[in-house]
Antibody, heavy 119, light 107 residues
Framework: QVTLKESGPALVKPTQTLTLTCTVSGFSLNEIGMRVSWIRQPPGRAPEWLGC???????FYTTYLKTRLTISKDTSKDQVVLQMTYMEPVDTATYYCARTLPYSGYDAWGQGTLVTVSS | DIVMTQSPATLSVSPGERVTLSCRAS??????LAWYQQKRGQAPRLLIY???HRASGIPARFSGSGSGTEFTVTISSLQSEDFAVYYC?????????FGQGTKVEIK
């Protein structure tokens, strides 16, 4: 059974760095073509793709957040990590990790974790 | 960035009706397009990928069509469990982008 689960702080202060972990099971992060993305969704709004990391460690980021984002993985722990620097209240959202294979949509998602940015 | 525009924003329909939702891309994404259904408090669920392929476990009443810049998803006979928000997403180009969604509500 394929599962993904996000973990991390529910509350961060403005200017702090957010670190979220996605722990996966039922598939390998090393499987050729495998990609895990981070996607966030502010309350009442559409999902927003943030970035991804591929099986071969290539990573891609959304344009306007590129300087604030780092996505890495630890295959020995089956984990993908998102770091987002300089958090602001507008970054308040539910953060999801999700997986995909080439030419396919995101067929498995984590439950999401709500991150609130407030002092 | 490729902008995905969905229409309408909200659709009020009765159970049993046929529903067609639209998604337009600001430039060609070929068939690299997915549709998702999202219910309140849940993660999005993949319905359609590669514009026309139903994902595993998705009922046959859902169908996708289109290529290039114009796409649709059709629900042939709306069931009570289909009332939700629907999003399209392109994965042809970086960054991947989502539409703003269409809410299907009970009439």
């Amino acid at each position: 059974q394929v599962t993904l689960k996000e973990s991390g702080p529910a509350l961060v202060k403005p200017t702090q760095t957010l670190t979220l972990t996605c722990t996966v099971s039922g598939f390998s992060l090393n499987e050729i073509g495998m990609r895990v993305s981070w996607i966030r969704q502010p309350p009442g709004r559409a999902p927003e793709w943030l970035g991804c990391i591929d099986w071969d460690d290539q990573s891609f980021y959304t344009t306007y957040l590129k300087t604030r984002l780092t996505i890495s993985k630890d295959t020995s722990k089956d984990q993908v990590v998102l770091q987002m620097t300089y958090m602001e209240p507008v970054d308040t959202a539910t953060y999801y990790c999700a997986r995909t294979l080439p030419y396919s949509g995101y067929d498995a998602w984590g439950q999401g974790t709500l991150v609130t940015v407030s002092s | 960035d490729i902008v995905m525009t969905q229409s309408p924003a909200t659709l009020s329909v009765s159970p049993g009706e046929r529903v067609t939702l639209s998604c337009r891309a600001s430039q060609s994404v070929y068939t690299n397009l997915a549709w998702y259904q999202q219910k309140r408090g849940q993660a999005p669920r993949l319905l359609i990928y590669s514009a026309t392929h139903r994902a595993s476990g998705i009922p046959a009443r859902f169908s996708g069509s289109g290529s290039g810049t114009e796409f649709t998803v059709t629900i042939s006979s709306l069931q009570s469990e289909d009332f939700a928000v629907y999003y399209c997403q392109q994965y042809n180009d970086w960054p991947q982008t989502f539409g703003q969604g269409t809410k299907v509500e009970i009439k």
